[in-house]
């Protein structure tokens, strides 16, 4: 079992920044996928951006993509999303979330099946 609790939601000006952190419980964290997700009002939850369990492997949402940034550290169990260039359509619940292939990477990232999921963090941003 896998616990996530993410942090760093908020309220930013169109042009901004904001860093989410996820904090995940558990042992053997290097050995999941780590991803977010976001879910605006009205709309499906979408995928954002994931690492591998090592790393050295990333994929992100075209929507996302030069804006975002996923980073992870292993040893402190803990994945962030940097998250600049803030846009009104980035407003949205985001999840962190774990999948436990690891070993996944580049398109495989994006339709990994994720098996955890943290409750969730709200970012708006203000036009």
């Known amino acids: 079992q896998v616990q996530l609790v993410e942090s760093g939601g908020g309220l930013v000006q169109a042009g901004g920044s904001l860093r989410l952190s996820c904090a995940a419980s558990g042992r053997t964290f290097s050995s999941y996928a780590m991803g977010w997700f976001r879910q605006a009002p009205g709309k499906e939850r979408e995928f954002v951006a994931a690492m591998s369990g090592s790393g050295g492997s990333t994929y992100y949402a075209d929507s996302v993509k030069g804006r975002y940034t996923i980073y992870r550290d292993n040893a402190k169990n803990t994945v962030l999303l940097q998250m600049n260039t803030l846009k009104p359509e980035d407003t949205a619940v985001y999840y962190c979330?774990?999948?436990?292939?690891?070993?996944?990477?580049?398109?495989?990232?994006?339709?990994?099946?994720?098996?955890?999921w943290g409750q969730g963090t709200q970012v708006t941003v203000s036009s």
């Open positions: 979330t774990a999948g436990s292939r690891g070993y996944a990477v580049g398109y495989g990232l994006r339709n990994l099946r994720y098996d955890y």
